[in-house]
């Protein structure tokens, strides 16, 4: 292989480096300060408007400095718990996680990744965090890991397409992208719990999976790992309703440690169990 083709390779692999990392621009030898700059536009042409974007999913709008005055702590969890307590609708609550800002998350992820499929679905899906993809797209779970999971769902005839007990609806506790993928930290799950509970209360599921370790040990508020926990049957209450849950190990793992999907065929065969309870 030539120099030039052994460079033009390690080129391409830091490329994707940087993308999975969460770098989305070129680094200039001047900086630039990025909010001024449509002002700066708008100035040089009196009278003139700029078109507005109109991709599939609106992007989050973040403002300059607004990491500097994100309240810490206690006092992000008290103020999600109050903005998602008053929400009385799946659409109240996607506008105001959308205009949320007290979670350094929110303020770095382009999107808010709310939902995927029909609320109305029995099954109720519970993921980690948004990852790359999921994040550029505004939906959850839309990546390598996104369409294994669709098999798995397809294997016992469910699908995020589709209403009632034929259907799957999907979520995540953390809504928004951790830059460079990395896992949530305990804070910034802890100030996104009363988002999803809420979410979970609004679409009111017969069953939830939980996927992954941090989705099941923190719905079921618990240290233990979702090795032991999963396959196993729990209860998770919201409200007056106290919901079956069966924590599952995450599709992302699962494409790691391709080993381990025997484990997930049986969880998936007890939960169409359980489904076809239900409907009885």
């Known amino acids: 292989?030539?120099?030039?083709?052994?460079?033009?390779?390690?080129?391409?692999?830091?490329?994707?480096?940087?993308?999975?990392?969460g770098a989305d621009e070129a680094i200039q030898d001047e900086p630039q300060d990025r909010y001024v700059e449509p002002n700066k536009l708008a100035a040089s042409k009196p009278?003139?408007?700029?078109?507005?974007?109109?991709?599939?999913?609106?992007?989050r709008q973040t403002r300059a400095g607004s990491a500097q005055t994100i309240p810490a702590g206690d006092e992000a969890i008290k103020s999600a718990r109050q903005i998602a307590?008053?929400?009385?609708?799946?659409?109240?609550?996607?506008?105001?996680?959308?205009?949320?800002?007290?979670?350094?998350?929110?303020?770095?992820?382009?999107?808010?990744?709310?939902?995927?499929?029909?609320?109305?679905?029995?099954?109720?899906?519970?993921?980690?965090?948004?990852?790359?993809?999921?994040?550029?797209?505004?939906?959850?779970?839309?990546?390598?890991?996104?369409?294994?999971?669709?098999?798995?769902?397809?294997?016992?005839?469910?699908?995020?397409?589709?209403?009632?007990?034929?259907?799957?609806y999907i979520a995540n506790v953390v809504p928004w992208r951790p830059p460079g993928n990395r896992n949530p930290t305990t804070e910034e799950v802890a100030t996104c719990m009363p988002f999803i509970e809420?979410?979970?209360?609004?679409?009111?599921?017969?069953?939830?999976?939980?996927?992954?370790?941090?989705?099941?040990?923190?719905?079921?508020?618990?240290?233990?790992?979702?090795?032991?926990?999963?396959?196993?049957?729990?209860?998770?209450?919201?409200?007056?309703r106290k919901i079956p849950i069966l924590p599952m190990f995450h599709p992302a793992y699962l494409l790691r440690t391709p080993a381990h999907k025997r484990y997930a065929w049986k969880d998936l065969l007890a939960l169409q169990d359980r489904l076809n309870e239900s409907e009885e």
């Not at 009278?47 to 992007?59: E, L």
């Not at 770095?108 to 499929?117: E, L, N, P």
């Not at 679905?121 to 839309?142: K, Q, T």
């Not at 996927?211 to 999963?230: E, F, H, Q, V």
Request: hydrophobic share 40%; with cysteine.
């Open 1 to 21: 292989m030539s120099g030039r083709s052994i460079e033009y390779e390690d080129a391409l692999a830091l490329l994707d480096w940087y993308v999975t990392a």
């Open 47 to 59: 009278g003139t408007k700029q078109a507005t974007p109109t991709p599939s999913h609106q992007p």
């Open 85 to 168: 307590g008053e929400c009385t609708s799946l659409d109240e609550l996607r506008a105001a996680m959308e205009a949320f800002e007290s979670c350094s998350l929110a303020n770095t992820a382009h999107s808010t990744v709310f939902s995927d499929g029909h609320p109305s679905a029995s099954v109720m899906l519970i993921g980690e965090a948004p990852g790359r993809d999921e994040d550029r797209a505004g939906l959850p779970f839309v990546g390598r890991a996104g369409q294994l999971l669709d098999r798995m769902l397809a294997a016992i005839d469910l699908s995020r397409k589709n209403e009632g007990a034929s259907g799957a």
């Open 198 to 240: 809420r979410h979970i209360a609004l679409a009111q599921p017969k069953v939830i999976v939980a996927l992954g370790g941090i989705s099941a040990k923190n719905l079921l508020d618990t240290p233990t790992g979702i090795t032991k926990l999963r396959g196993k049957w729990a209860i998770y209450e919201s409200g007056d």
